[in-house]
């Protein structure tokens, strides 16, 4: 076995093994939207511009693409196909580059993001308690007692869509007991901030998850740009 066919080995068994990893990152990210459907689905309803778990459906579609890469990746590098290799190549430097823009695009936004996505709570907030409503009522009732909060911004979010009347009883510290005239017994810390606060406090796993995929996604480019060049190489050399 001469040195570039050694080359060409070496370079196959590294794309295979990383291309391995990318699919298993996908399964990975399947498995987060599967699990964010099943158990945050209750707090779907909360907004009513956005499709109902939209970010469980981004997760396991962005799963789903992922496993699509990552088998084609296997594929080029056991077969050694230029075709598949280039295909491969491309469809990859496609998903980094939105991978990016995306990302690029959120950290520019985030500010508009945070007064569009509070804009359309509130709008969500007229409609608690409406008869065609039940799935709507029951998510505001269990984000309020889960994470100890009241309305998006401030508890005064539900004077404004109530009249002034008061609260919903979920806003209440003690269940039952009639507290819709007394300030003193409502949760006062709004949701919308709670809520971002959990989110920043369990999001460093899917930080990590990230890194790890995009060091996985630079070096499955490098490694299959590098195989094309060499099988290209050894079929000149044959012919």
Not at 114 to 128: E, P, V
Request: glycine share 12%; charged share 15%; aromatic share 12%.
């Amino acid at each position: 076995m001469g040195p570039t066919q050694r080359c060409l080995l070496c370079l196959k068994v590294e794309l295979f093994i990383f291309n391995l990893i990318f699919w298993l990152g996908g399964c990975g990210a399947l498995g987060v939207g599967l699990w964010l459907a099943l158990s945050q689905g209750r707090f779907s309803a909360l907004s009513l511009s956005l499709p109902s778990l939209g970010v469980a459906g981004l997760v396991m579609a962005a799963g789903a693409v992922v496993m699509a890469v990552g088998f084609l990746g296997c594929l080029g590098a056991a077969t050694e196909q230029r075709c598949l290799l280039l295909t491969f190549f491309i469809v990859l430097l496609t998903v980094v580059l939105l991978e990016l823009s995306g990302g690029l695009a959120f950290y520019a936004c985030r500010g508009q993001f945070d007064r569009y996505a509070q804009d359309d709570l509130k709008s969500g907030l007229r409609r608690y308690g409406a008869p065609g409503e039940p799935a709507l009522t029951q998510a505001w009732d269990t984000v309020q007692t889960e994470f100890r909060c009241c309305g998006v911004q401030n508890y005064t979010d539900w004077f404004e869509v109530r009249n002034g009347t008061g609260v919903p009883e979920s806003c209440c510290l003690e269940h039952g007991a009639p507290c819709s005239g007394l300030g003193a017994t409502w949760w006062k810390e709004p949701c919308y901030e709670k809520v971002k606060s959990w989110v920043a406090e369990n999001v460093w796993a899917m930080g990590i998850f990230a890194a790890c995929i995009a060091v996985v996604q630079v070096l499955g480019l490098v490694s299959s740009m590098l195989m094309y060049c060499q099988v290209l190489k050894v079929e000149k050399y044959y012919h």
